[in-house]
């Protein structure tokens, strides 16, 4: 099974911005659908982004215009790029793909 791995995150204000990155243990996460979810404190996990084999992204309606999806092809790895966040924004991340998951990475937005 592909493995898949999260870096980056942290504690961040609001207004500020991070970037999370998830890399494939073998070459799946180039030309392949990638999914971003999260889980806020207390909640049932939730989609958040996607990026399409063809690179065509979609978002949910909660980040739209404020997050975006890039594939790393030379590190096998896709980008998801959070600026202007909020505290809303407080939960554990996780990369997806097919049956793999990232381990989880927290991103908390606080003052």
């Known amino acids: 099974q592909v493995q898949l791995v999260q870096s980056g995150g942290g504690l961040v204000q609001p207004g500020g911005s991070l970037r999370l990155s998830c890399t494939a243990s073998?070459?799946?996460?180039?030309?392949?659908?990638v999914g971003w979810f999260r889980r806020p404190p207390g909640q049932e996990r939730e989609w958040v982004a996607s990026?399409?084999?063809?690179?065509?992204?979609s978002y949910a309606d909660s980040v739209m215009g404020r997050f975006t999806l890039s594939r790393d092809i030379a590190k096998n790895t896709v980008l998801l790029q959070m600026n202007n966040l909020k505290p809303e924004d407080t939960a554990v991340y996780y990369c997806?793909?097919?049956?793999?998951w990232g381990q989880g990475t927290q991103v908390t937005v606080s003052s």
């Open positions: 997806h793909q097919h049956t793999s």
């Open positions: 073998t070459n799946t996460i180039n030309g392949r659908g």
């Open positions: 990026i399409s084999g063809t690179d065509t992204t």
